[in-house]
């Protein structure tokens, strides 16, 4: 995503944030979600100082459905490369993966206007990805696929994620198919995984 013309944005302290494209179409997000009282979800907002600009991320040699947006911390555009990512608790870059931003359909105008139209994101991958998705719905009653949880594109790949977690979901994507898994803590004590087949969703039972 080029940078240079970019508007930098301030989003310290806010639950949501909503933008809207020179085409005028509305493009909103969050920082992310974290458990409240009673194992409730809960938005937290931007941290303070989340001021910058949004760029799209692709690492090399990645898989075509790995990228993701990503937010730089800087003062202009201009000094994007002086900037730092916006972080994560666990020290991880905050991002919006690109499978989220498909299955979203009031993303839409922002997917073709910032993303296709520049040539950042491949038309066809985006069928490819929207095809998984309707597929998903169909399967599932008419309710897709969650948009929390870990994003893998490799069934060996390393992920970071905090065990003590009541809850980890995790999914598998291809340009053809989503894996679906969750995983339960139970014990803190050791840590194996249980792999249980229920339909065509898996399900990785996780004992800490």
């Known amino acids: 995503?080029?940078?240079t013309s970019q508007q930098v944005d301030d989003f310290s302290g806010l639950h949501r944030a909503h933008l809207r494209?020179?085409?005028n179409a509305l493009f909103s997000?969050?920082?992310k979600q974290g458990w409240g009282e009673s194992h409730h979800l809960l938005k937290i907002p931007f941290p303070p100082e989340t001021?910058?600009?949004f760029y799209y991320h692709l690492s090399p040699g990645g898989h075509p459905q790995a990228g993701e947006l990503c937010f730089k911390k800087c003062d202009s555009a201009q000094q994007f490369h002086?900037?730092?990512d916006?972080?994560?608790d666990l020290g991880q870059?905050?991002?919006l993966p690109l499978l989220n931003i498909v299955q979203c359909s009031s993303r839409e105008g922002f997917l073709d206007e910032l993303l296709v139209e520049p040539g950042l994101v491949d038309q066809e991958l985006m069928a490819d990805l929207q095809s998984i998705f309707r597929v998903s719905r169909a399967e599932n009653c008419g309710v897709g696929f969650s948009r929390g949880g870990l994003i893998l594109h490799d069934i060996d790949q390393p992920f970071v994620t905090d065990v003590h977690m009541p809850c980890i979901a995790a999914r598998l994507v291809t340009r053809q198919s989503v894996q679906i898994s969750i995983c339960f803590g139970q014990r803190r004590d050791t840590l194996s995984l249980q792999r249980l087949h229920l339909h065509s969703v898996v399900y990785l039972a996780l004992r800490i």
């Open 51 to 53: 001021k910058g600009v």
């Open 82 to 84: 002086k900037g730092e």
């Open 1 to 3: 995503m080029a940078t």
């Open 21 to 23: 494209t020179p085409r």
């Open 86 to 88: 916006l972080q994560v």
């Open 29 to 31: 997000l969050s920082y």
């Open 93 to 95: 870059p905050w991002s």
